[in-house]
């Protein structure tokens, strides 16, 4: 009997510092690190998008759930309390900065998810045009 071979489930990408290198847009992150970032809902949202244009809240999970590991390998209470350093985006953070960077990570990749998730179902708030002085809803216009 032949058997279909198993492959092994797909190994999530680490987005932090891929998202870290899209979010730099004050400076080059190999000169700031993580300083040069805007880490907003919105960068974050159109970073999930970018990477996975059919799935982009599974992309916004996958960050949520790497800041979460990044705080208890490395945060002040995690594993390693020593901090880490990561080369790529030249940052040495100690387990205090670690910290607030997951838990602010963590925030605003759960904001650029809900972002996502009402973009898919459509549920945003309708649209305001000023005719002739006053407000009008376009959608229920006569």
Known sequence: MNRIPQLPAPRPQIHIEAL????????????????????SPLHIA????????????????????????????????????????INEINERMSGRRVDVFAEALERQAELAQA??????????????????????DVMNED
């Open 46 to 85: 159109s970073y999930c998008l970018s990477r996975n244009p059919r799935y982009p809240s599974r992309v916004a999970w996958e960050i949520i759930e790497q800041a979460k590991t990044l705080k208890s390998n490395y945060g002040s209470n995690g594993a390693s309390a020593r901090g880490t350093t």
């Open 20 to 39: 870290a290198r899209y979010c730099a847009t004050i400076c080059e992150i190999e000169c700031c690190g993580l300083d040069a970032c805007d880490f």
């Open 115 to 136: 972002i996502l998730v009402a973009e898919q179902s459509d549920n945003r708030d309708p649209v305001f045009v000023w005719k002739n002085g006053r407000g009008s």
